[in-house]
Protein backbone atom coordinates (compact mmCIF):
# COMPACT_ATOMS: atom_id res chain seq x y z
CA UNK A 1 0.00 0.00 0.00
CA UNK A 2 2.73 2.45 1.30
CA UNK A 3 4.59 1.77 -2.25
CA UNK A 4 1.17 2.57 -4.44
CA UNK A 5 0.88 5.79 -3.00
CA UNK A 6 4.40 6.75 -3.61
CA UNK A 7 3.74 5.79 -7.01
CA UNK A 8 0.33 7.82 -6.91
CA UNK A 9 2.29 11.31 -5.65
CA UNK A 10 4.76 10.48 -8.28
CA UNK A 11 2.67 10.76 -11.28
CA UNK A 12 0.33 13.40 -9.49
CA UNK A 13 3.72 15.50 -9.37
CA UNK A 14 4.63 14.54 -12.96
CA UNK A 15 1.42 15.76 -14.46
CA UNK A 16 1.70 19.34 -12.44
CA UNK A 17 5.10 19.44 -14.02
CA UNK A 18 4.02 18.78 -17.41
CA UNK A 19 1.23 21.53 -16.93
CA UNK A 20 4.00 23.77 -16.33
CA UNK A 21 6.56 25.24 -18.83
CA UNK A 22 9.95 25.48 -17.30
CA UNK A 23 11.09 28.02 -19.43
CA UNK A 24 8.63 29.99 -17.77
CA UNK A 25 9.81 29.21 -14.18
CA UNK A 26 13.42 31.02 -14.82
CA UNK A 27 11.50 34.15 -15.68
CA UNK A 28 9.56 34.10 -12.32
CA UNK A 29 11.06 35.96 -9.95
CA UNK A 30 10.29 33.86 -6.57
CA UNK A 31 11.32 30.71 -8.27
CA UNK A 32 14.30 31.80 -8.55
CA UNK A 33 14.70 32.81 -5.59
CA UNK A 34 13.53 29.79 -3.75
CA UNK A 35 15.66 28.13 -6.05
CA UNK A 36 18.89 29.85 -5.08
CA UNK A 37 18.25 28.96 -1.47
CA UNK A 38 17.58 25.23 -2.25
CA UNK A 39 21.03 24.78 -4.40
CA UNK A 40 22.77 26.68 -1.58
CA UNK A 41 21.62 24.51 1.32
CA UNK A 42 22.97 21.11 -1.10
CA UNK A 43 26.22 22.87 -1.60
CA UNK A 44 26.44 23.26 2.30
CA UNK A 45 25.15 20.02 3.26
CA UNK A 46 28.69 18.64 1.00
CA UNK A 47 31.10 20.90 1.98
CA UNK A 48 30.24 20.38 5.77
CA UNK A 49 30.20 16.82 5.32
CA UNK A 50 33.65 17.29 3.96
CA UNK A 51 35.17 19.62 6.13
CA UNK A 52 33.68 17.49 9.23
CA UNK A 53 35.92 14.36 8.31
CA UNK A 54 38.94 14.20 10.41
CA UNK A 55 42.24 14.24 8.49
CA UNK A 56 46.15 13.95 9.62
CA UNK A 57 47.91 16.78 9.06
CA UNK A 58 52.11 17.42 9.76
CA UNK A 59 53.27 20.58 11.58
CA UNK A 60 57.32 20.92 11.21
CA UNK A 61 60.11 22.89 12.01
CA UNK A 62 59.00 23.68 15.85
CA UNK A 63 61.39 25.20 17.96
CA UNK A 64 62.44 23.06 20.92
CA UNK A 65 61.98 24.98 24.03
CA UNK A 66 64.09 23.76 26.91
CA UNK A 67 63.77 25.73 30.19
CA UNK A 68 66.44 25.40 32.73
CA UNK A 69 65.86 25.14 36.21
CA UNK A 70 66.43 28.42 38.42
CA UNK A 71 69.16 27.21 40.12
CA UNK A 72 71.23 25.63 37.46
CA UNK A 73 70.81 29.07 35.62
CA UNK A 74 72.28 30.92 38.65
CA UNK A 75 75.07 28.48 39.15
CA UNK A 76 76.06 29.74 35.34
CA UNK A 77 74.78 27.06 33.15
CA UNK A 78 73.35 27.32 29.71
CA UNK A 79 72.66 24.96 26.76
CA UNK A 80 75.27 25.44 24.13
CA UNK A 81 74.20 22.42 21.93
CA UNK A 82 70.99 20.61 21.23
CA UNK A 83 68.73 23.83 21.48
CA UNK A 84 68.30 24.75 17.54
CA UNK A 85 67.04 21.60 17.09
CA UNK A 86 63.40 21.40 15.70
CA UNK A 87 60.76 18.84 15.82
CA UNK A 88 57.74 17.88 14.09
CA UNK A 89 54.53 16.58 15.12
CA UNK A 90 50.91 15.12 13.60
CA UNK A 91 47.75 16.59 14.24
CA UNK A 92 44.38 15.61 13.74
CA UNK A 93 41.10 17.54 12.61
CA UNK A 94 38.82 18.82 10.66
CA UNK A 95 40.00 20.89 7.65
CA UNK A 96 39.11 24.01 8.38
CA UNK A 97 40.76 23.97 12.08
CA UNK A 98 44.14 22.14 10.92
CA UNK A 99 44.31 24.43 8.09
CA UNK A 100 44.44 26.73 9.81
CA UNK A 101 47.53 25.99 12.26
CA UNK A 102 51.28 26.58 12.15
CA UNK A 103 53.92 25.86 14.09
CA UNK A 104 53.21 28.75 16.26
CA UNK A 105 50.43 26.82 17.79
CA UNK A 106 52.15 23.86 18.88
CA UNK A 107 55.08 23.93 21.85
CA UNK A 108 57.79 20.91 21.88
CA UNK A 109 59.40 21.02 25.55
CA UNK A 110 61.80 18.79 27.03
CA UNK A 111 59.61 18.40 30.34
CA UNK A 112 62.18 16.45 32.48
CA UNK A 113 64.95 19.52 31.70
CA UNK A 114 64.77 21.22 34.38
CA UNK A 115 64.54 18.32 36.88
CA UNK A 116 67.23 16.54 35.35
CA UNK A 117 70.13 19.60 34.28
CA UNK A 118 71.95 20.07 37.44
CA UNK A 119 76.08 20.26 36.38
CA UNK A 120 77.70 20.48 33.30
CA UNK A 121 77.55 17.05 30.62
CA UNK A 122 75.73 15.81 27.87
CA UNK A 123 71.71 15.28 28.18
CA UNK A 124 69.65 13.03 26.68
CA UNK A 125 65.92 14.67 26.59
CA UNK A 126 62.39 13.21 25.59
CA UNK A 127 60.42 15.68 24.03
CA UNK A 128 56.64 16.22 24.19
CA UNK A 129 54.13 18.65 22.22
CA UNK A 130 51.21 20.63 23.87
CA UNK A 131 48.80 22.88 22.14
CA UNK A 132 48.96 26.57 22.68
CA UNK A 133 46.69 29.83 21.76
CA UNK A 134 42.89 29.73 20.78
CA UNK A 135 42.56 27.05 18.33
CA UNK A 136 41.88 23.77 20.52
CA UNK A 137 39.32 21.86 18.32
CA UNK A 138 42.48 19.29 17.08
CA UNK A 139 44.16 16.51 18.13
CA UNK A 140 48.05 15.72 18.76
CA UNK A 141 50.00 12.39 17.75
CA UNK A 142 51.87 11.29 20.99
CA UNK A 143 54.82 10.24 18.44
CA UNK A 144 57.06 13.83 18.53
CA UNK A 145 59.70 13.22 16.19
CA UNK A 146 62.71 13.24 17.01
CA UNK A 147 61.99 11.76 19.67
CA UNK A 148 64.93 12.07 22.11
CA UNK A 149 67.34 14.80 21.68
CA UNK A 150 70.83 15.25 23.09
CA UNK A 151 72.11 18.70 24.66
CA UNK A 152 75.44 20.34 25.97
CA UNK A 153 75.31 21.82 29.10
CA UNK A 154 78.21 23.78 30.46
CA UNK A 155 79.23 27.06 31.93
CA UNK A 156 80.08 30.57 29.55
CA UNK A 157 83.96 31.37 29.60
CA UNK A 158 85.97 33.66 27.88
CA UNK A 159 89.57 33.40 27.07
CA UNK A 160 92.44 35.58 25.06
CA UNK A 161 95.28 33.66 23.49
CA UNK A 162 98.37 34.81 21.44
CA UNK A 163 98.30 34.06 17.69
CA UNK A 164 100.96 31.94 16.93
CA UNK A 165 102.74 31.89 13.46
CA UNK A 166 103.77 28.89 11.35
CA UNK A 167 104.64 29.65 7.67
CA UNK A 168 107.02 27.40 5.85
CA UNK A 169 108.58 29.29 3.32
CA UNK A 170 112.91 29.46 1.79
CA UNK A 171 114.07 33.02 1.95
CA UNK A 172 116.53 34.41 -1.08
CA UNK A 173 120.56 33.29 -0.02
CA UNK A 174 121.43 36.89 1.11
CA UNK A 175 118.03 38.30 1.86
CA UNK A 176 116.61 39.77 5.40
CA UNK A 177 113.86 37.80 7.33
CA UNK A 178 111.97 40.26 8.98
CA UNK A 179 109.80 40.09 12.18
CA UNK A 180 106.01 38.36 11.58
CA UNK A 181 103.42 40.92 11.65
CA UNK A 182 99.86 39.65 12.48
CA UNK A 183 96.58 41.71 11.67
CA UNK A 184 95.53 40.67 15.03
CA UNK A 185 98.54 39.26 17.33
CA UNK A 186 95.97 37.93 20.19
CA UNK A 187 92.65 36.30 19.68
CA UNK A 188 89.40 35.84 21.85
CA UNK A 189 87.71 32.39 22.32
CA UNK A 190 84.37 31.88 24.00
CA UNK A 191 81.82 28.84 24.88
CA UNK A 192 81.90 25.90 27.19
CA UNK A 193 84.33 26.18 29.64
CA UNK A 194 85.27 22.52 29.42
CA UNK A 195 85.82 23.22 25.53
CA UNK A 196 87.95 26.48 26.28
CA UNK A 197 89.98 24.30 28.96
CA UNK A 198 91.36 22.00 26.41
CA UNK A 199 92.64 24.93 23.79
CA UNK A 200 96.09 25.36 24.88
CA UNK A 201 97.70 27.52 21.70
CA UNK A 202 96.10 29.38 18.52
CA UNK A 203 98.09 28.62 15.11
CA UNK A 204 97.67 30.28 11.93
CA UNK A 205 99.59 27.69 9.19
CA UNK A 206 100.68 28.29 5.55
CA UNK A 207 103.37 27.64 2.98
CA UNK A 208 105.15 29.39 0.01
CA UNK A 209 106.61 27.53 -2.61
CA UNK A 210 110.19 28.67 -4.33
CA UNK A 211 112.31 31.38 -3.01
CA UNK A 212 111.10 34.60 -1.81
CA UNK A 213 113.00 37.73 -2.57
CA UNK A 214 109.44 39.67 -1.76
CA UNK A 215 107.32 40.76 1.16
CA UNK A 216 104.76 37.48 2.20
CA UNK A 217 101.08 38.74 2.58
CA UNK A 218 98.76 35.72 3.62
CA UNK A 219 95.16 35.52 4.65
CA UNK A 220 95.19 32.61 7.16
CA UNK A 221 92.54 30.56 9.38
CA UNK A 222 92.58 30.18 13.01
CA UNK A 223 93.63 26.74 14.02
CA UNK A 224 93.11 25.40 17.71
CA UNK A 225 94.85 22.87 19.47
CA UNK A 226 94.89 20.79 22.71
CA UNK A 227 98.10 19.79 24.87
CA UNK A 228 98.34 16.89 22.43
CA UNK A 229 99.12 19.00 19.54
CA UNK A 230 96.03 17.69 17.75
CA UNK A 231 93.60 20.20 16.12
CA UNK A 232 90.32 20.91 17.83
CA UNK A 233 87.16 21.28 15.96
CA UNK A 234 84.37 22.49 18.06
CA UNK A 235 80.90 24.47 16.67
CA UNK A 236 80.28 25.40 20.83
CA UNK A 237 83.57 27.97 20.69
CA UNK A 238 83.14 31.24 19.21
CA UNK A 239 86.40 33.14 17.84
CA UNK A 240 86.09 37.10 18.07
CA UNK A 241 86.98 36.75 13.70
CA UNK A 242 87.97 33.55 11.91
CA UNK A 243 90.97 34.90 9.83
CA UNK A 244 94.17 36.78 10.38
CA UNK A 245 96.73 38.89 7.80
CA UNK A 246 99.79 37.78 8.11
CA UNK A 247 102.93 39.82 6.75
CA UNK A 248 106.77 38.57 6.70
CA UNK A 249 108.74 41.43 5.08
CA UNK A 250 111.77 39.51 2.86
CA UNK A 251 113.87 42.84 2.29
CA UNK A 252 117.38 42.79 0.31
CA UNK A 253 120.36 43.35 1.84
CA UNK A 254 122.96 46.08 1.16
CA UNK A 255 125.86 48.29 2.51
CA UNK A 256 125.29 52.25 1.47
CA UNK A 257 127.84 55.08 1.64
CA UNK A 258 126.70 57.96 3.71
CA UNK A 259 126.91 61.47 1.99
CA UNK A 260 126.53 64.42 3.52
CA UNK A 261 124.56 67.50 1.75
CA UNK A 262 125.08 71.40 2.46
CA UNK A 263 123.00 74.54 2.02
CA UNK A 264 123.59 78.07 1.27
CA UNK A 265 127.68 77.11 0.63
CA UNK A 266 129.38 80.15 -0.87
CA UNK A 267 129.93 79.90 -4.65
CA UNK A 268 133.73 80.19 -4.52
CA UNK A 269 134.02 77.52 -2.17
CA UNK A 270 133.99 73.92 -4.30
CA UNK A 271 133.19 71.01 -1.91
CA UNK A 272 133.81 68.33 -4.87
CA UNK A 273 137.25 69.76 -5.36
CA UNK A 274 139.72 71.50 -3.45
CA UNK A 275 137.41 71.04 -0.44
CA UNK A 276 136.04 67.53 -0.76
CA UNK A 277 138.04 66.55 2.25
CA UNK A 278 136.24 68.98 4.53
CA UNK A 279 132.96 66.92 6.17
CA UNK A 280 133.92 64.01 8.00
CA UNK A 281 130.24 61.52 8.66
CA UNK A 282 130.32 59.20 11.11
CA UNK A 283 129.06 56.43 10.36
CA UNK A 284 130.45 56.74 6.88
CA UNK A 285 128.11 53.46 6.04
CA UNK A 286 124.97 52.27 6.34
CA UNK A 287 123.61 48.53 6.53
CA UNK A 288 119.94 48.85 5.08
CA UNK A 289 117.55 46.65 4.00
CA UNK A 290 114.35 47.57 2.07
CA UNK A 291 112.50 46.22 -1.19
CA UNK A 292 114.48 44.73 -4.14
CA UNK A 293 113.30 47.63 -6.96
CA UNK A 294 114.84 50.29 -4.56
CA UNK A 295 118.00 48.67 -3.42
CA UNK A 296 119.08 47.32 -5.96
CA UNK A 297 119.64 51.18 -7.62
CA UNK A 298 120.94 52.53 -4.35
CA UNK A 299 124.39 53.26 -3.73
CA UNK A 300 124.48 55.71 -1.03
CA UNK A 301 122.08 57.56 1.64
CA UNK A 302 121.79 61.26 1.25
CA UNK A 303 121.64 62.95 5.26
CA UNK A 304 119.38 65.57 6.04
CA UNK A 305 120.42 69.10 4.40
CA UNK A 306 122.49 71.48 6.80
CA UNK A 307 123.74 75.02 6.61
CA UNK A 308 126.70 75.24 5.48
CA UNK A 309 126.67 78.93 6.93
CA UNK A 310 126.02 77.19 10.82
CA UNK A 311 130.02 75.95 11.34
CA UNK A 312 132.35 78.27 12.52
CA UNK A 313 135.41 77.57 14.22
CA UNK A 314 134.16 77.01 17.40
CA UNK A 315 131.15 74.88 15.92
CA UNK A 316 132.10 72.34 13.44
CA UNK A 317 130.58 69.53 14.44
CA UNK A 318 126.82 68.55 14.92
CA UNK A 319 124.18 65.38 13.70
CA UNK A 320 121.84 65.11 10.99
CA UNK A 321 119.31 62.85 10.40
CA UNK A 322 119.52 60.19 7.58
CA UNK A 323 116.93 60.33 4.54
CA UNK A 324 115.80 56.58 4.21
CA UNK A 325 113.73 55.47 1.85
CA UNK A 326 110.06 53.98 1.63
CA UNK A 327 110.11 50.87 2.97
CA UNK A 328 113.78 50.64 3.75
CA UNK A 329 115.65 50.32 7.24
CA UNK A 330 118.47 50.27 8.94
CA UNK A 331 119.79 46.90 10.01
CA UNK A 332 122.03 48.57 12.61
CA UNK A 333 118.99 50.79 14.48
CA UNK A 334 121.23 54.05 13.28
CA UNK A 335 119.00 56.86 11.43
CA UNK A 336 121.52 59.76 12.69
CA UNK A 337 125.00 60.57 12.17
CA UNK A 338 127.35 62.54 13.21
CA UNK A 339 129.09 65.47 10.78
CA UNK A 340 132.26 67.15 11.59
CA UNK A 341 134.32 69.80 9.33
CA UNK A 342 137.66 70.47 8.70
CA UNK A 343 137.48 74.17 9.96
CA UNK A 344 141.64 74.37 9.71
CA UNK A 345 140.96 74.67 5.56
CA UNK A 346 139.68 78.03 6.78
CA UNK A 347 140.34 81.46 9.05
CA UNK A 348 138.27 84.13 10.81
CA UNK A 349 138.07 87.68 11.28
CA UNK A 350 136.07 90.44 13.56
CA UNK A 351 135.04 93.42 11.99
CA UNK A 352 133.18 96.52 12.68
CA UNK A 353 130.64 97.30 9.95
CA UNK A 354 129.37 100.61 9.92
CA UNK A 355 127.67 101.74 6.69
CA UNK A 356 124.04 100.08 6.36
CA UNK A 357 121.83 100.26 3.16
CA UNK A 358 118.13 100.60 3.80
CA UNK A 359 115.81 98.85 1.28
CA UNK A 360 111.78 99.51 0.42
CA UNK A 361 112.00 102.35 2.40
CA UNK A 362 107.73 103.03 2.24
CA UNK A 363 106.91 106.15 0.34
CA UNK A 364 106.72 109.47 2.73
CA UNK A 365 107.92 107.97 5.44
CA UNK A 366 112.28 108.10 6.33
CA UNK A 367 114.31 105.17 8.09
CA UNK A 368 117.18 105.64 10.42
CA UNK A 369 119.49 103.21 11.72
CA UNK A 370 120.49 103.85 15.84
CA UNK A 371 123.57 101.52 15.19
CA UNK A 372 126.91 102.95 14.90
CA UNK A 373 128.29 99.80 13.58
CA UNK A 374 127.99 96.02 14.13
CA UNK A 375 131.33 93.31 14.67
CA UNK A 376 130.78 90.99 12.90
CA UNK A 377 133.07 87.64 12.51
CA UNK A 378 133.90 86.88 9.20
CA UNK A 379 134.72 82.95 7.91
CA UNK A 380 136.11 81.99 4.90
CA UNK A 381 139.31 80.80 3.18
CA UNK A 382 143.05 82.61 4.06
CA UNK A 383 143.44 84.49 1.40
CA UNK A 384 139.98 86.05 0.94
CA UNK A 385 139.50 87.07 4.67
CA UNK A 386 142.86 88.65 5.14
CA UNK A 387 141.90 91.16 1.82
CA UNK A 388 138.47 91.65 3.64
CA UNK A 389 138.25 95.28 4.62
CA UNK A 390 135.13 97.00 6.29
CA UNK A 391 134.50 99.40 3.54
CA UNK A 392 134.31 96.00 1.77
CA UNK A 393 131.31 94.89 3.66
CA UNK A 394 127.40 97.05 3.72
CA UNK A 395 124.82 95.74 6.01
CA UNK A 396 121.69 95.76 4.31
CA UNK A 397 117.85 95.73 6.09
CA UNK A 398 115.04 95.58 4.16
CA UNK A 399 111.71 97.14 5.09
CA UNK A 400 109.42 95.14 2.54
CA UNK A 401 106.04 94.98 4.39
CA UNK A 402 106.78 97.31 6.83
CA UNK A 403 104.57 100.13 5.10
CA UNK A 404 102.07 100.62 8.20
CA UNK A 405 104.63 100.96 11.02
CA UNK A 406 105.40 104.25 12.51
CA UNK A 407 107.89 103.39 15.56
CA UNK A 408 111.15 101.74 16.47
CA UNK A 409 112.11 98.29 15.30
CA UNK A 410 114.64 95.46 15.06
CA UNK A 411 115.75 94.16 11.93
CA UNK A 412 117.56 91.77 10.39
CA UNK A 413 121.11 92.46 8.93
CA UNK A 414 122.54 90.81 5.32
CA UNK A 415 125.67 91.53 4.89
CA UNK A 416 127.10 92.38 1.25
CA UNK A 417 130.57 91.52 0.42
CA UNK A 418 130.93 91.88 -3.24
CA UNK A 419 134.05 90.15 -4.40
CA UNK A 420 134.83 87.90 -1.69
CA UNK A 421 132.56 84.44 -2.66
CA UNK A 422 134.07 82.02 -0.45
CA UNK A 423 133.23 83.96 2.67
CA UNK A 424 129.96 83.28 4.68
CA UNK A 425 128.89 85.03 8.31
CA UNK A 426 127.61 81.98 10.58
CA UNK A 427 125.25 84.38 13.45
CA UNK A 428 122.43 86.40 12.79
CA UNK A 429 122.64 89.97 13.35
CA UNK A 430 119.91 92.93 13.93
CA UNK A 431 119.93 96.64 13.75
CA UNK A 432 117.47 99.03 15.71
CA UNK A 433 115.82 100.96 12.84
CA UNK A 434 113.26 103.86 13.37
CA UNK A 435 110.58 104.72 10.69
CA UNK A 436 109.33 108.16 10.84
CA UNK A 437 106.61 110.24 8.36
CA UNK A 438 108.58 112.68 6.46
CA UNK A 439 106.63 115.42 7.28
CA UNK A 440 106.68 114.75 11.12
CA UNK A 441 110.19 115.77 11.13
Known amino acids: MEGDEKVTNLESVGRFIRKIKL ?47 ESAIQDGLRIFSGQDITARVEVTGSRIVVGQLTKNNIQVTAPQAANTIMSPGNYTL ?22 VITVMVDRYRESEFNVEPQVDFNPKPGYFVGNTILSSPKVSLSGPETEISKIKKVVVKGSVPGESSETINLKLPIILYDAYDKPITSETITVNFPEVELSIPILMKKEVK ?25 PSKLSIVGPEDVISELNSLEISPIDFTSFSMQDHKLSSSIIMPHGC ?13 NMNLFKEKTLSIGEFSILN ?11 KSLNVNFIGSSKSISLLKPSDVVAQIDLEGKEDSLNSMEMPVKFIFEGYNDIWVKDKYFANVSLINKNSE
Open 361 to 371: VPKDKKATVYN
Open 329 to 341: RSLNNVYSVDVEV
Open 23 to 69: GKLFYNNKFIAFFSIVVSFVIWLIVSSSDAESVPVTISDIPVDITLS
Open 126 to 147: ELAAKKVGLLKDYSIAPDVRPS
Open 258 to 282: LKPVFLNVPSGIDLSKEYKEFAKVT
